[in-house]
């Protein structure tokens, strides 16, 4: 997905000067938009987005005594065992279902620690936990957690791979055994029999047999020797290898996962053998639509809430100057409650056939179907 560009919408072209020129250098330089000091803004954007996609959500928490953002891993997020009404590191108020702040683990996890269940979900206590309120007293929010809302009561979000994890487990299966399939046709197998016992690798297994004596067992693959007892012998099994339907199976699978998460199987795997150009670009134009819909919602949890953020301590400069030759300014706009107004812009995808995109565009203009303004938006 394309970056996008916050617009700010004062209605003042001095104050939109102002905001793009405090802005530009802003958010290309880690030091100042970055808490850790090693992302550009467009880094960011790209990696909550990313982030929020494969994990569900990512939070982000807003400094405002620097003026910058940091991005937490989601897995940080966690419950502590000695707080009620945390949902998965949320804590919300049971009445209404707002939230009230966010738990993170710290860093470093302290030693020892207790565990419950699973050996990999540590249950800690409250002192092993970062609180960050949902919102300063101000009302300004000091954590966003960005994701796609799946349902209304949900406090965290869904990976956008939770409809194909089944598929996606079956496929890790199929590929698995598919590798063993040709592993073994690869082989020639030979066995040896012999009064004695004569080691000539590592053996996997050694079982006791029915009548005391010891079995052993390695693993068949190229330069594999099976060893049979005095008197044994083997008889083949025919490998089959692959079925010529097997690549046909594996693209249903992937289809089916690209239909989980709204992108058409060309533009998931780069695969376009299957289409032509014409249907290639029908499938351009159905992924455009799920880019439209993260654009929608997007922007509103992210783009504007960080430019807010950053307005409001620029314009309370202006303020304090007390007769700055952006103070009167400032004060129109606020009493127009456009001070604070921004909306983000995406970036156009490239044409696909440009001389026909062109020609289209140009008609729609001459027959008032859009503004040129618009189009050039």
């Known amino acids: 997905v394309l970056p996008l560009a916050v617009d700010p919408q004062p209605e003042d072209a001095a104050l939109d000067e102002e905001v793009r020129w ?69 804590e919300v108020d049971l009445a209404t279902d707002r939230r009230i702040r966010y738990w993170f683990l710290r860093q470093a996890l302290p030693r020892p620690y207790r565990r419950i269940g699973a050996p990999t979900i540590p249950v800690l206590s409250e002192e092993s936990y970062l609180a960050v309120d949902a919102q300063d007293k101000r009302g300004r929010p000091n954590v966003i957690l960005v994701h796609d809302p799946k349902r209304v009561s949900e406090t965290r979000g869904v990976t956008v791979w939770h409809g194909a994890l089944d598929v996606l487990g079956m496929i890790d299966d199929t590929l698995f055994a598919e590798l063993q399939k040709q592993q073994t046709a690869s082989c020639l197998p030979v066995f040896i029999t012999s009064d004695r016992d004569v080691r000539l690798g590592n053996r996997v297994d050694a079982t006791e047999g029915t009548d005391g004596e010891t079995d052993s067992e390695e693993e068949l693959k190229p330069g594999t020797v099976a060893r049979l007892r005095k008197g044994e ?67 509103s949890q992210l783009h504007r809430r960080v430019w807010q953020h950053l307005l409001v301590p620029w314009w309370a400069e202006e303020i304090e100057r007390q007769g700055g030759r952006l103070a009167r300014a400032v004060a129109k706009a606020r009493t127009r409650g456009t001070l604070l107004r921004c909306r983000a812009q995406g970036e156009a995808p490239p044409y696909v056939e440009p001389l026909k995109d062109a020609q289209a565009d140009d008609l729609k203009v001459s027959k008032g179907h859009t503004s040129r303004r618009r189009l050039a938006a």
């Open 22 to 90: 405090r802005g530009e250098p802003w958010a290309s330089e880690p030091q100042t938009c970055d808490v850790a000091q090693r992302l550009t803004w467009e880094q960011i954007e790209r990696l909550v987005l990313r982030t929020a996609w494969m994990a569900g959500d990512c939070p982000v928490v807003l400094n405002y005594d620097l003026h910058a953002l940091q991005v937490i891993e989601p897995e940080r997020l966690a419950s502590p065992d000695t707080v009620t009404n945390v949902i998965h590191g949320v």
């Open 233 to 299: 012998s083997i008889q083949g099994i025919a490998n089959a290898g692959s079925k010529p339907d097997f690549e046909t199976l594996l693209r249903y699978q992937l289809r089916f996962i690209a239909l989980q998460i709204g992108l058409p199987y060309s533009i998931l795997m780069y695969d376009t053998h299957d289409t032509t150009f014409h249907g290639y670009r029908g499938e351009f134009e159905q992924a455009k639509l799920t880019i439209k819909r993260i654009w929608r919602w997007y922007p």
